[in-house]
Nanobody, 121 residues
Framework: QVQLVESGGGLVQPGGSLRLSCAAS????????MGWFRQAPGKQRELVAA???????NYADSVKGRFAISRDNAKNTVLLQMNGLKPEDTAVYYC???????????????WGQGTQVTVSS
């Protein structure tokens, strides 16, 4: 029914930049909040950034001022611009979106497959 496809992960040096992209496709009726989570080895999955359907944003304290989330509603896409990357940003990043399909009356949270971000010299 619904698929979230992520791209843009990779290996970067400390202080570098990276842009993650997540595109939703399928029998989509409406998309509410979209966001990015990350999970490092031995740690719980945590919220990195989220953006509402009207553009309101929320960031984790650890990335505030360095990361910026945005969305393109016409393309059902959410972006995460990551600047000033640090080794502690290393994790698998997962896209998440609250989506109502053409066949349901409620929103449901969908997840992308995850993309690896490694910050190392």
């Amino acid at each position: 029914q619904v698929q979230l496809v992520e791209s843009g992960g990779g290996l970067v040096q400390p202080g570098g930049s990276l842009r993650l992209s997540c595109a939703a496709s399928g029998s989509i009726f409406s998309i509410n909040t979209m966001g990015w989570f990350r999970q490092a080895p031995g740690k719980q999955r945590e919220l990195v950034a989220a953006i509402s359907s009207d553009g309101g944003t929320n960031y984790a304290d650890s990335v505030k001022g360095r990361f910026a989330i945005s969305r393109d509603n016409a393309k059902n896409t959410v972006l995460l611009q990551m600047n000033g990357l640090k080794p502690e940003d290393t994790a698998v990043y997962y896209c998440n979106a609250a989506i109502r399909t053409e066949y349901s009356g409620s929103y449901y949270g969908y997840w992308g497959q995850g993309t690896q971000v490694t910050v190392s010299s």
